[in-house]
């Protein structure tokens, strides 16, 4: 009977978590798919391999070593202990205990002692985080932008990692115990080459406690990573999942290059064809086509691949502290843009659901002026930096890029000495007031040097 | 012998064809200090018997400059231009000598209808020295010495390219040295996305001043370029420091071309 009362809360927990991670992934899914559409389709193979590489390979990780190395130590505990709790599932829902042990033998033994050597380094991984986070004077953690929210979070989700882990240890030390003992249900199975220097702090429990032990931290366990589950994906970590398909879409065209934006191109041929009628005429009765948008002034403007982004963003900083602007004092920080366009388009999302899936006008807010200021987006040296130093990816440049061009082409808003360039471009042929028919004259000088 | 350099406006009038154009760029067109370089790449190209000319008054801004502010129009506008004038003369092969310039001819160009063969001119230049055309053997100025490079942006970070420049300094048998941000990490000089053009955003530093410090932190006599606004900035940035006694900033056409006797 305790039994099935136990395979019944298990099933209960288990279908909450299941349906409360769904509705999220439906909103961020349906989040994302607000953005503009862009082309990933082209080069799968390609695409394959730089999600094996970057994402599962972690090769940008590893340009920094102390974070790098200890990051991989988290990411094999994270798959290679799942493999266990594939094992809780089945246990918890069909009242078996250690169930994979009989059919694999000595390779259980051998999994169950790689994953306590894993907890114990993702232990010890979590620990040195959290120093480095809050202890340790490492700059691109204290940027003004992780203030509140942002730091607790990250918090969070280490020292729930620690507890996770302990409480996997715990629950091996008190198994190891009951079944020194022989106690029923206990069958030999394992090896604990970690917790059994926990067992001693069990060892002084009687039998019921050393079950209430094994058992509470059983429970604890999996009802944590459950409640990690519905967590992730309103958290920043939700990069566990998203790097895989942000990596698999990531831009592979060489990173100098920048979109020619094709609504542009449409009017340049128009004006290049030299025919100001070559529009073709609207069919009467016709409704008029709105305008394109150029480039982005809120978050819908941006393409689903740059909202994929922001979602898939775990707030490092590695773009932050790579960027000339920010290292020199400017208000710039490539990070910041990746959490403010997430912070809109979650609140774009809310406003969504609240008004029933109509946007109408709008809320009177925009990412551009409200999220991100001009004097950010002019403190772009458009290096690339950031893009090289993001682990997954990312480009925060593609963003300001997109936001200088609603700046310019929508509201006209230019640093006077920027529009003058424009002028002398447009006018000269050159970003500087010289005529271009001087443009030959250092071949004069030239010859008469030589 | 007066060194002449052809447009090719002068060329196809001939009836010939050059084996590259070579793209100024505006810089290197109107900046005193950046003509020099373009002298001296000028100067290589001759010494290596390249049939090269120039587009003269017919070249204008790529648009990178613009493209990067967020005015694609203008862009878009000056790409058109240009490419119905590269177009129209079916050029096939171009060395620039700038990286924005690389950059935006070879990348951005193509989707508009300007495909060409696209080479920075530090990789053009290696290929010359490898494949013998050009001989930097004899004088060797800067034998032993202290050289270290600063990538540009769009050469390094935005095309991959970090062999061709270092390769190409091989060629002075110089005591190469590189910085503690370099290649891939290599930090920006700040003049990128129209920086050049306006005031700095409110900080506590200079890019350029912050770059300073990387490249004397090397001991480097001579830091080297690939592009005419890093040398701007690169020699601003010493200037600030105080130390245009200790250390020179050259591009690489124009250590080449001094190592080659040319200047």
């Known amino acids: 009977m305790d039994h099935l009362i136990g395979q019944l809360v298990f099933l209960a927990l288990l279908i909450t978590a299941g349906t409360l991670f769904g509705r999220r992934i439906r909103q961020i899914s349906r989040n994302i798919k607000l953005g503009q559409d862009v082309d990933r389709s082209d080069r799968p193979g390609e695409r394959w391999a730089t999600m094996a590489r970057v994402a599962m390979g972690q090769s940008k990780m590893v340009v920094r070593p102390v974070a790098g190395l200890m990051h991989i130590v988290i990411y094999a505990g994270f798959i290679l202990i799942n493999i266990e709790v594939l094992e809780i599932l089945i246990d918890g829902l069909f009242g078996t205990h250690r169930v994979f042990a009989p059919y694999l033998g000595g390779v259980y033994d051998i999994l169950i002692g790689c994953f306590e050597w894993l907890a114990l380094g993702v232990l010890v991984a979590c620990v040195v985080f959290l120093v480095r986070r809050n202890v340790l004077p490492i700059a691109r953690f204290r940027s003004p932008e992780m203030q509140g929210w942002p730091k607790n979070d990250a918090n969070i989700i280490l020292v729930v990692e620690v507890l996770l882990m302990f409480a996997f240890l715990s629950m091996n030390a008190a198994d190891g115990i009951a079944q020194a003992r022989g106690l029923e249900h206990y069958v030999n199975a394992g090896s604990f080459p970690v917790s059994q220097h926990l067992q001693p702090l069990y060892a002084g429990f009687s039998d019921g406690g050393v079950v209430l032990i094994e058992r509470g931290a059983w429970w604890f366990h999996i009802a944590g990573i459950l409640s990690f589950l519905v967590y992730v994906p309103y958290s920043k970590h939700f990069h566990i999942f998203l790097a895989f398909p942000n990596t698999y879409y990531s831009d592979l065209t060489p990173a100098g290059r920048l979109d020619n934006m094709a609504a542009v191109k449409k009017e340049v041929d128009l004006m290049m064809s030299g025919d100001p009628f070559a529009a073709p005429a609207e069919p009467e009765g016709a409704v008029p086509i709105e305008p394109p948008k150029f480039g982005a002034k809120d978050a819908q403007d941006l393409t689903w691949k740059q909202l994929m982004e922001a979602y898939s963003c775990t707030e490092c900083g590695r773009c932050t502290s790579a960027c000339p602007a920010n290292a020199t004092g400017k208000l710039l920080s490539p990070r910041k843009i990746m959490m403010d366009t997430r912070d809109r388009i979650e609140e774009i999302g809310q406003a969504l659901d609240a008004a029933g899936g109509t946007w109408g006008d709008g809320d009177g807010k925009a990412l551009l002026g409200d999220y991100i200021t001009e004097e950010e987006l002019w403190a772009c040296t458009s290096c690339q930096a950031c893009v090289e130093a993001c682990p997954i990816n990312i480009s925060p440049m593609g963003i300001i890029l997109d936001m200088r061009r609603s700046l310019i082409m929508e509201d006209s808003k230019a640093p006077e000495a920027i529009t003058a360039m424009f002028n002398n471009v447009e006018n000269n042929g050159a970003p500087w007031a010289f005529p271009a028919a001087d443009r030959g004259k250092w071949t004069e000088e030239l010859s008469a040097e030589s | 012998m007066a060194l002449t350099v052809p447009t090719l406006a002068e060329m196809t009038a001939r009836g010939e064809t050059p084996e590259i154009l070579f793209w100024v760029g505006c810089a290197g067109s109107f900046d005193d200090r950046a003509k020099r370089i373009t002298k001296a790449i000028a100067r290589i190209l001759h010494a290596a018997d390249v049939p090269f000319a120039v587009l003269g008054s017919e070249e204008s801004c790529t648009g990178d400059p613009a493209k990067r502010a967020g005015n694609e129009f203008l862009f878009q506008m000056q790409a058109a231009q240009n490419i119905a004038v590269l177009n129209g003369y079916g050029v096939k092969r171009i060395v620039t000598g700038c990286p924005h310039c690389f950059n935006t001819l070879k990348n951005e160009y193509p989707e508009l209808g300007g495909e060409y063969e ?117 020699t601003d940035g010493i200037k600030n420091a105080n130390r245009e006694g200790d250390i020179e900033v050259k591009d690489i056409a124009e250590l080449i071309a001094e190592a080659a006797d040319l200047l």
């Open chain 2, 118 to 234: 696209v080479l920075h001119h530090t990789q053009f230049i290696q290929q010359l020295i490898s494949e013998g055309r050009l001989k930097v053997a004899d004088g060797q100025p800067f034998k032993g010495r202290r050289i270290t490079f600063h990538d540009p942006c769009y050469l390094g970070r935005g095309n991959g390219e970090y062999a061709a420049p270092r390769a190409a300094l091989q060629a002075l048998d110089a005591d190469l040295v590189e910085m503690r941000r370099c290649k891939k990490n290599g930090l920006c000089c700040g003049a990128g996305g129209a920086q050049m053009f306006k005031d700095a955003e409110k900080g506590n530093r200079e890019v350029n001043h912050e770059r300073t410090d990387d490249v004397l932190s090397t001991g480097a006599k001579v830091v080297a370029t690939g592009c005419p606004f890093c040398n701007t900035m690169m």
